[in-house]
């Protein structure tokens, strides 16, 4: 139940069901232009094309449109053309098909891989394509979905991204909070190799999480522009101070990955100083907590005392730069150790097949 809770409260969560309905009103309010204002015959790319049209941001918005336009077009021309020299046969789904996707791939178009393919995929197979009397209409029918979908994504409720930007932080603030605990839980039983493979694991899935999260915070970035709402330049401001917040959090998950691999390679724990091995579990169970509840208090006194206990097993309290010493030495024997296996491999191939499988 908590969780259920915890979803509804995600910014990005109502942000993508109001776009969801802002695209559905775009269909609904092309489809409705077309045919009772223009007059259009079956008008169903004026809604395809609003739909396309609507994206999480008003300059996204703006952006695509141009790509969608030509897009549309595109695959409208080659499905009458198909449609004249073919008929609506498979040599004709396959022509259109293939000059649409190939179309795509070009720098262009690349934003709209698709929408050519499927635009003269849907105007082939509908009938249309061999009355060319039709193709005014056809491009009339595109061009008000396009235009549709623009005004409702720059008038109705421009979108915000940066309060989902944010949240976003804090979920992987919580997430690696739960990590360094769980290595502090399974320490203090003497974990095993598949609990340290777990842990790896656990820090691929926050990258992850760092991805969305870059994502979400260009989207932020980008939804300012363009954005008619008073708050965006301020808002949008606000969301760049979230950058370096961010990247530390993509240090830190780097760091536990680390942390974790050199665990790996020195188990058994039990094997481990007793005195070094309970003071350095119980600032990582501290630091652990201390990440989830998010509270700065507790982390710096976490850092005094790690500080401390640095300077006493270095034999030199007032300098940091003996831990940092370590800290580096371990980081480049874990790298020349996982870069052994990669040296020997070179140069990196593929085997044949074995000689009954080639038979």
């Known amino acids: 139940m908590g969780a259920v809770r915890e979803r509804l409260r995600d910014p990005l969560l109502w942000g993508n069901a109001f776009l969801l309905v802002k695209a559905a009103g775009a269909a609904v309010i092309a489809w409705v232009l077309a045919r009772s204002v223009f007059g259009l015959a079956q008008p169903f790319l004026a809604p395809w094309a609003a739909l396309l049209t609507v994206h999480a941001t008003v300059y996204r918005t703006f952006a695509r449109g141009a790509q969608q336009v030509a897009s549309a077009v595109l695959g409208v021309l080659l499905a009458f053309a198909a449609g004249a020299a073919f008929g609506v046969n498979a040599a004709a789904l396959a022509v259109v098909l293939l000059l649409g996707l190939a179309a795509g791939t070009t720098r262009v178009l690349r934003d709209e891989s ?35 979908g623009l005004l409702v994504n720059l008038l109705i409720w421009p979108p915000l991204r940066d309060r989902a930007a944010a949240r976003r932080l ?24 598949e609990q340290v493979d777990g842990w790896l694991e656990r820090t691929r899935e926050l990258d992850g999480d760092v991805s969305e999260a870059w994502a979400v915070l260009r989207q932020a970035r980008e939804s300012g522009r363009l954005n008619l709402r008073r708050a965006a330049a301020a808002r949008v401001g606000a969301a760049h101070g979230l950058v370096p917040l961010l990247a530390r959090l993509e240090q830190a998950i780097a760091d536990t990955r680390s942390m974790a691999a050199t665990i790996g390679r020195a188990l058994p724990v039990a094997s481990w100083d007793p005195e070094f091995r309970d003071t350095w579990i119980d600032l990582l169970a501290r630091t652990g907590a201390a990440v989830s509840e998010a509270d700065a208090r507790a982390l710096a ?4 005392d790690l500080i ?28 020349l150790e996982v870069m052994d296996a990669v040296a020997d491999a070179q140069p990196v191939g593929v085997g044949a097949p074995p000689v009954a499988l080639t038979r």
């Open 308 to 335: 401390a206990v640095a300077g006493e097993r270095f034999g030199d309290t007032g300098s940091a730069s003996r831990p940092a010493q370590g800290a580096l030495l371990v980081n480049l024997r874990n790298i």
């Open 170 to 193: 804090d979920v992987i603030d919580d997430r690696l909070g739960l990590v360094l605990s769980e290595m502090a839980r399974d320490l203090r039983e003497s974990p095993d190799r």
């Open 114 to 148: 698709t929408t050519a393919a499927t635009t003269a995929l849907v105007v082939l197979l509908a009938g249309y394509s061999g009355d060319w009397s039709m193709l005014g209409n056809r491009l009339l029918d595109t061009l008000i979905g396009i235009v549709v």
């Open 301 to 304: 006194l976490v850092r005094a």
